[in-house]
């Protein structure tokens, strides 16, 4: 079991890793390619803190999905969420679960770890390690 194990952490951590970035980069496409068009995106201003963090979601997402500069990524994005959740949850309740804020904390969370963790042994940097 043990091997089994050590043979896959680092392959689910990559997973992990891609499907963070993939769902993550949802959020940046709606907001800025309206591609899934959402009403709440469609006049959203550019350089507005939305357009902002949709800029970050968007290129982060794809940065975190082909781990390239995953540490210093995830940890950027990790204060992103973190700071999306206190300005935009946290002041409708205290509990997650009542501001909505489940999925911001979630993915601080997540980020954080992959800012420790890495990328995995499915990443660009992976690949510029063996250099």
């Known amino acids: 079991m043990d091997n089994l194990c050590a043979t896959w952490a680092p392959r689910l951590l990559s997973i992990l890793r891609i499907m963070s970035g993939l769902l993550f980069m949802q959020h940046g496409t709606a907001k800025l390619l309206g591609i899934p068009q959402m009403a709440m995106f469609a006049k959203l201003q550019p350089y507005s803190l939305s357009w902002v963090a949709g800029v970050l979601e968007l290129v982060g997402g794809a940065l975190l999905v082909i781990g390239l500069f995953t540490r210093p ?13 206190f300005i935009a949850h946290a002041p409708r309740g205290f509990y997650p679960i009542v501001n909505a804020g489940e999925l911001a904390a979630l993915y ?17 940097d992976a690949l510029r390690r063996k250099d």
Do not use: I, N
Request: charged share 0%; proline share 0%; net charge neutral.
């Open 108 to 124: 601080c969370f997540v980020f954080l770890y992959l800012a420790a963790a890495g990328g995995g042994a499915w990443s660009v």
């Open 73 to 85: 990524v995830a940890f950027v994005l990790s204060g992103l969420m973190a700071f999306a959740y």
